[in-house]
């Protein structure tokens, strides 16, 4: 019984599939040598040069463009990372060294790149909406657009990245050097006496140079101050003096790291915000138009009760004029009848003669109450 | 093994999509576009493995099938990944021929022969695109992985190697012949994909038996040939010593024939004895016409939703072994720490809002800020989880309903009293004569299941009483005929399987009550506790990791392919237990099973067991089948 070792491989397989590729090139020659004996006429060599220059499409080429641009800018922030990071010490050699001005036209590039490539995407994106070729290969031409667009989104991360670091040290950079100036002797004497305190208390090397360089320069001018006594009681007072500025220093420092912190934070979730802002701007467009449209069909239709409301008042005159008009016409309808009726009125016995009133009467009557009731209606 | 047999495809799969070199792990790359090309069996290993998003992450923007219609797509490499059929080879070498793509990147899930690859040389000579065909490979990987340590062999001609194919009694030799390549096939894959060779046992006298040859040959074969083994790993000083070798036990179907029927109570077993599951993914109507709740009101339209279970699913993963009650639970207490945490954020913004009044409130702030920024940051998670809740809830109601209707705990119940050979408190009888009690189906399974399990043969008159109360309700009698034969078949080869002592502890007094909170209401469905038991399959593989001795097993036949020259004995030579163990059942197998090795599995720690099937069936598709065998 032997043991038998089997070797797996654990993080890298070792190749499982076999290339055959070399198998399919000679089954290509079997097949040449093949045709060849039987005498098929193959006409390779010309046509494969033909083939070679196959015309390209327009798409292909310019998206590999938009890549290639896109991989320039990377190198070049990558390349660049290490000067544009570093705190500006001033004491390192020079040729690391970058001044703030070289860093704002690093930003300025980069920025102008990122906005010329995410327009080149667009441009892209509109004509493949507007070429109308097959199904499959705008799907295709789609799918290559949302590769190139979050290759140019991890590209602009690196960037933003570099940049909210530059941003941080310069702004503790401020903080500190606002110090110096607001108490000269007393931070000269602190650096005197208290290097070590300050260097554990300044983690950053951007601090600890700045410090050491302050304190070159202090300590040049305090060269020249040699001359001055100091008492022992000045020399106690200011030593009280230099443990309080100690306390105070941490505490401001530590207070310094907390916004540090928050600040990040809070550039982390306005990105986050941002992000989400862009997406529901869209749908914030929409519903604009939306709201228009709704505003105006409710003018309109204000219009049109207003409308409607004169119709039925010009309405109701022309009703009340027809019915007087009726009534009119049946008073003074038997006008010719009227005058014979009163010549044989006098003829007619009297009960009839009251009937006749009557009937002329009410028709008075009815005149009346008709301009009672179109003065009740124009009361309306 | 360190990696699952899952992580070694996926790796290999990637390794291809990406034009087979290693993926770098350099994660501001330059994008490179691809198109994918497959056939349906490519279709099948690849969609449990790697999403559509994974894929557009690696860069192919289009997925195509290789038989339909595919546009030229001029400047864009393609990488086909199918197997060398004959219709597959014709459609390259028309591709070729119509210049759809820029370069090819051709992939054989299984070796190629020789005459196949001339064919396509040729037709690339007349299209005068060799240039093109950058590269050929043959990837090994014909078997479908489904979880960390189950696989099936294909799934779409399964009809072709199904149990029905195997064991029908009008089989020619060629074809059992074709069968038995299939499978081999695969199975070589398989340990090539794994990258090492196992020792071989398997019963006498049947179809794995023929299987476990023919592998052994194969593997031996390529052991030789030492320029082109597949087994030499060149990467030996960083690999992984596996001292031991896994041990490959090749089962039949036919020694277990009750598995198969039996109806179930786990979650992953009921979901694919239940509802439509294939390949992790769940078909299922929605608004389904069952709903008591919705009588009188206008009747819902049923559309089709589909559900993937995936490996990065952890409540799916963590609960698909469990029995069922205990599921219904779990998804309440997820659904409750869902409400808790958007409670939470909910909150959140009711302090955001009265913070603006409050003066000198630096320290509010900021801890407000870091509040708030772990809130966002933990929204996308949220909305997942919720996504995964509802998934499951819905999937769980819709198992809950097909219990409810069909009685499924009774049966589950009888059934393993039955294969416990406990005594029952109810006839078999009056369950068949039961009419709302499961579908005709069910009953016929419960009756198979014990007319395999009954020691002594029923007499004729008991099983004239069975018969006309199974055509009663409406039952298909002809799988009875089939087990019939079998059962005499298997009673000449050998005593009939003993399903070991399994008991079923119904919780007595919690049976009727239920989780008064919960949104599955399982009134008058048993809380059913299993205990610990052992399918046949299982404890062949128990007797044969331990070397144990065992008349069932003693007979095995010991194949090793690494030794120079194949022995006919059955003396395995090895006398350490093993730690790895694949088990593989030629003619099909299910989850009730693959379950139980994992609980096997679990119950030894340092025991890693894979199980593998020729085709993957539930209880409806193996009666089906049955019914056919018995017509004949």
């Known amino acids: 019984m032997t043991w038998r070792f089997v070797y797996s491989a654990a993080a890298g397989p070792s190749d499982m599939a076999v290339d055959i590729t070399l198998l399919f090139k000679a089954s290509v020659k079997t097949v040449k040598t093949r045709n060849k004996a039987i005498g098929v006429n193959v006409d390779s060599v010309k046509d494969e040069v033909f083939k070679k220059s196959r015309p390209k499409s327009g798409f292909s080429l310019r998206a590999k463009e938009v890549i290639t641009n896109i991989t320039k800018l990377k190198d070049f922030l990558l390349q660049h990372r290490k000067d544009y990071v570093s705190a500006g010490s001033l004491i390192s050699t020079d040729l690391s060294r970058m001044t703030d001005s070289e860093r704002d036209q690093i930003d300025q590039d980069a920025q102008i790149f990122m906005r010329t490539c995410s327009e080149a995407i667009k441009q892209l994106r509109n004509e493949v909406e507007k070429r109308a070729t097959s199904a499959q290969i705008r799907e295709h031409r789609v799918a290559v657009l949302d590769l190139i667009e979050m290759y140019l989104k991890g590209v602009c991360r690196l960037y933003s990245e570099q940049r909210a670091i530059r941003v941080k040290r310069m702004v503790d950079k401020k903080r500190l050097s606002r110090l110096t100036p607001e108490h000269p002797g007393k931070a000269e004497k602190t650096m005197d006496s208290e290097p070590a305190e300050e260097k554990v208390v300044k983690e950053e090397s951007s601090e600890k140079n700045v410090s050491e360089v302050q304190d070159n320069s202090v300590n040049l001018w305090e060269e020249g101050r040699v001359e001055d006594e100091l008492s022992p009681e000045e020399i106690q007072m200011f030593e009280q003096e230099n443990q309080k500025l100690v306390s105070e220093m941490n505490s401001l420092v530590d207070e310094v790291r907390q916004i540090e912190g928050k600040v990040v934070e809070i550039s982390r979730l306005q990105e986050i915000f941002a992000e989400k802002v862009l997406h529901q701007e869209s749908d914030i467009d929409n519903i604009h138009q939306l709201v228009v449209g709704a505003t105006e069909n409710v003018k309109e239709g204000n219009e049109d009760i207003r409308e409607a409301i004169k119709n039925n008042a010009g309405f109701r005159v022309w009703i009340l004029f027809f019915l007087v008009m009726c009534s009119f016409s049946l008073l003074f309808l038997d006008w010719p009848s009227q005058l014979h009726e009163v010549i044989d009125f006098a003829a007619v016995p009297l009960p009839m003669q009251a009937l006749s009133a009557f009937e002329h009467g009410g028709g008075c009557m009815m005149l009346v109450v008709c301009f009672d009731v179109s003065g009740v209606r124009k009361e309306d | ?632």
């Open chain 2, 1 to 632: 093994m360190a990696t699952s047999v899952r992580e070694k495809q996926t790796v290999a799969l990637k390794r291809m999509l990406n034009f087979n070199t290693p993926p770098l792990k350099n994660t501001a790359a330059e994008p490179v576009w691809k198109v994918l090309i497959y056939d349906r069996f490519g279709q099948d290993i690849i969609s449990p493995l790697l999403s559509v998003k994974e894929l557009r992450d690696m860069g192919i923007t289009l997925h195509l099938l290789l038989h339909s219609d595919r546009d030229p797509i001029p400047d864009v490499p393609a990488i086909y990944f199918l197997m060398p059929t004959e219709e597959n080879i014709d459609r390259i070498c028309q591709d070729l021929r119509s210049q759809l793509y820029e370069s090819y990147y051709l992939n054989f899930i299984s070796a190629i022969s020789r005459s196949k690859l001339e064919d396509i040389a040729s037709a690339a000579l007349t299209a005068n695109a060799v240039s093109q065909v950058t590269k050929v490979f043959d990837q090994y990987l014909n078997f479908i992985t489904l979880e960390d340590d189950m696989f099936i062999l294909c799934h779409q001609n399964k009809e072709l190697i199904s149990y029905h194919a195997i064991n029908r009694a009008d089989i020619q030799d060629t074809d059992m012949e074709a069968i038995m390549d299939t499978i081999v096939d695969s199975l070589f894959c398989f340990f090539v994909t794994l990258g090492a060779v196992p020792i071989i046992r398997c019963p006498r006298g049947n179809a794995a038996e023929m299987v476990a040859v023919k592998l052994d040959k194969k593997l031996r074969e390529n052991l030789r040939d030492a320029r082109n083994s597949l087994f030499t790993g060149d990467s030996m000083a960083a690999g992984q010593f596996s001292f031991q070798r896994p041990l490959l036990v090749l089962a039949d179907r036919n020694m277990d024939m009750a598995t198969p029927l039996h109806h179930t109570w786990t979650y992953q077993a009921l979901i694919h004895d239940v509802l439509d599951f294939h390949l992790n993914r769940v078909l299922m109507d929605e608004g389904g016409g069952t709903d008591p709740s919705h009588t009188g009101a206008r009747p819902k339209k049923k559309t089709k939703k589909m559900y993937d279970l995936t490996a990065a699913d952890k409540f799916w993963q963590k609960h698909k072994g469990s029995p069922f009650p205990e599921v219904a639970e779990s998804v309440q207490e997820e659904l409750d720490a869902y409400r808790a945490q958007e409670d939470e954020v909910k909150r959140l913004k009711s302090i955001m809002g009265l913070d603006g009044e409050d003066e000198g409130a630096i320290s509010m702030l900021s801890d407000n800020t870091a509040k708030l920024t772990s809130a966002v940051s933990s929204l996308p998670e949220l909305l997942e989880k919720k996504r995964l809740i509802d998934l499951h809830t819905n999937v769980a109601t819709a198992v809950l309903d097909h219990i409810k209707s069909r009685k499924l705990d009774v049966y589950f119940e009888y059934e393993e009293k039955l294969m416990s050979k406990s005594t029952t408190d109810k006839s078999l009888l009056d369950i068949i004569s039961d009419p709302d009690a499961g579908t005709p189906e069910d009953k016929m399974r419960l009756f198979l299941i014990h007319y395999i399990t009954a020691q002594q043969v029923t007499s004729e008159s008991d099983l004239e009483q069975y018969r006309k109360a199974l055509l009663d309700t409406g039952c298909d009698l002809s799988p009875l005929n089939y087990i019939k034969q079998w059962k005499a078949f298997t009673k000449m080869a050998s005593t009939p399987a003993n399903y070991g002592n399994s008991g079923v502890k119904p919780l007595g007094l919690f049976s009727r009550v239920m989780n008064t909170g919960s949104q599955f209401v399982m009134e008058g469905v048993k809380n059913l506790v299993l205990k610990q038991h052992n399918l046949p399959v299982t404890r062949i593989l128990d007797n044969l990791m331990e070397m144990k001795s065992h008349p069932e097993t003693d007979d095995y036949r010991y194949f090793d392919p690494k030794m120079l020259r194949g022995s006919e004995s059955s003396i395995p030579r090895n006398k350490n237990p093993f730690q790895e163990a694949i088990v593989f059942v030629v003619g099909g197998g299910n989850y009730i099973e693959y379950q139980n090795l994992v609980d096997y599995a679990k119950s030894k720690p340092g025991r890693k067991v894979v199980y593998g099937c020729s085709e993957l069936f539930n209880a409806a598709q193996f009666m089906k089948q049955l019914s056919q065998l018995g017509q004949k």
